[in-house]
């Protein structure tokens, strides 16, 4: 089972990820994917998916400023599909525009984040909220 499914366009924002979690003390599972279909996908269990026996990951972290299917819209999906409606989900976006903040609270986020601007910001960052989402946060069982 994967700890955080991250979906993130920009490869470099990707890249950054990847090499912060690595150097983390606790291990942390993860994949990214680059596209809101893909994640579509992904959490549904169709297309290249299909196949896939693993359960829901415990976080999902998405940047809102997407290409193609926004943000908004995978949250949207997630809210309204039985399977995802309580998958725990974490905005984690450039954006600090209060209209963007407002739409992804009245979409059903759980939690709005905006990117530091530095590597090491962001490496803290990440290591405050995979303690709480993935240690101590309390969640049902998802399938």
Same mark, same amino acid.
């Given at each position: 089972?994967?700890?955080?499914?991250?979906?993130?366009?920009?490869?470099?924002?990707?890249?950054?990820?990847?090499?912060?979690?690595?150097?983390?003390?606790?291990?942390?599972?993860?994949?990214?994917?680059?596209?809101?279909?893909?994640?579509?996908?992904?959490?549904?269990?169709?297309?290249?998916?299909?196949?896939?026996?693993?359960?829901?990951?415990?976080?999902?972290?998405?940047?809102?400023? !997407?290409?193609?299917?926004?943000?908004? =819209?995978? *949250?949207?999906?997630?809210?309204?599909? @039985?399977? %995802? /409606?309580?998958?725990?989900?974490?905005?984690?976006?450039?954006?600090?525009?209060?209209?963007?903040?407002?739409?992804?609270?009245?979409?059903?986020?759980?939690?709005?984040?905006?990117?530091?601007?530095?590597? !090491?910001?962001?490496?803290?960052?990440? =290591?405050? *909220?995979?303690?709480?989402?993935?240690? @101590?946060? %309390? /969640?049902?069982?998802?399938?």
């Amino acid at each position: 089972m994967i700890d955080v499914l991250y979906v993130e366009d920009n490869a470099d924002d990707a890249d950054i990820f990847s090499r912060l979690v690595r150097k983390f003390d606790q291990s942390v599972a993860y994949t990214i994917l680059n596209s809101g279909s893909e994640a579509l996908e992904y959490l549904s269990g169709q297309g290249r998916y299909q196949h896939r026996t693993e359960r829901l990951p415990k976080l999902l972290l998405l940047d809102l400023n !997407l290409m193609g299917m926004s943000g908004i =819209e995978i *949250l949207e999906w997630a809210r309204s599909n @039985d399977r %995802t /409606r309580f998958l725990p989900i974490v905005a984690f976006t450039t954006s600090d525009n209060p209209r963007d903040v407002e739409n992804a609270y009245q979409a059903g986020i759980n939690a709005y984040i905006v990117k530091p601007g530095s590597y !090491l910001a962001t490496g803290t960052l990440l =290591e405050r *909220l995979f303690r709480f989402w993935l240690m @101590d946060n %309390t /969640r049902t069982d998802l399938t």
